[in-house]
């Protein structure tokens, strides 16, 4: 006869050699992944408190990826493309999935791009991006300030990207809410969210004040990476 003790540690055992094999739960879940914040969530202190990076990333970010997975399960046919396919395909998928992939899909690419820009130590631009910044938008201080002139006029919450096309010229594109201008067709090099939940904790109503901040984390080598990807026509996400 097994004790309850006994079934107790059965079950225990089991439990553990699922976890190892699967360490990742959302993984279990569906198709689509939270990646990890490739810093710790500290890394852009004190510009991005570490409490706002958690937040951000474990349950708005995680949101996302749980509602893709929730729709793929009825519609399986999205399980099999990769977000920015997804996503810019999104008007041919069928009706009723269209505003989870417009929401939830902009938003994963949105963030996966976002955490992925930084945990740097801010400078500025070099090599061909720098050449590009100065050719089509002013220089780097005017990008500066007209991006974060355009972040602070997104009216609620939205976006404020740069675009690049495949031959490397920039371009502004503020967005609301979490469209992505890959559903008109451009691709993003790099962005800024400016939802209150990005910066609300730290900066209360100071949107402009997180704008000027976040200059400070961007790690310009991941940038400029995106940049190359984007000219040889593998930028993804
Ligand atoms: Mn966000």
Redo the contacts with the bound molecule.
């Keep these: 006869m097994i004790t309850v003790s006994r079934r107790t540690a059965l079950l225990g055992a089991l439990a553990a050699s699922f976890a190892a094999a699967r360490p990742v739960l959302a993984q279990a879940t569906g198709p689509f992944t939270l990646p990890p914040l490739p810093y710790a969530p500290e890394a852009n202190e004190p510009h991005i408190d570490a409490q706002t990076m958690t937040i951000?990333h474990d349950r708005?970010h995680a949101t996302y990826v749980a509602n893709l997975n929730a729709a793929a399960k009825d519609y399986p046919r999205i399980a099999a493309l990769a977000p920015d396919a997804l996503v810019a395909g999104m008007m041919d998928m069928p009706e009723a999935i269209r505003g989870t992939i417009r929401n939830s899909g902009g938003g994963h690419m949105n963030?996966t791009m976002f955490w992925g820009i930084m945990g740097g130590k801010g400078g500025t631009p070099t090599g061909a991006l720098a050449a590009a910044i100065d050719r089509d938008l002013g220089g780097f201080e005017t990008f500066k300030a007209s991006f974060n002139r355009a972040g602070a006029g997104v009216f609620g919450s939205g976006w404020v990207f740069v675009t690049v096309t495949k031959e490397g010229k920039l371009a502004l594109a503020p967005r609301a809410n979490q469209d992505n201008p890959i559903m008109d067709g451009a691709r993003v090099l790099m962005g800024n969210?400016v939802?209150e939940?990005?910066y609300y904790l730290k900066y209360q109503n100071r949107r402009p004040d997180y704008l000027a901040a976040w200059w400070n984390v961007l790690d310009w080598s991941k940038i400029s990476a995106r940049y190359d990807q984007a000219l040889a026509g593998t930028l993804g996400i």
């Design positions: 951000h708005h963030h969210d939802w939940h990005a």
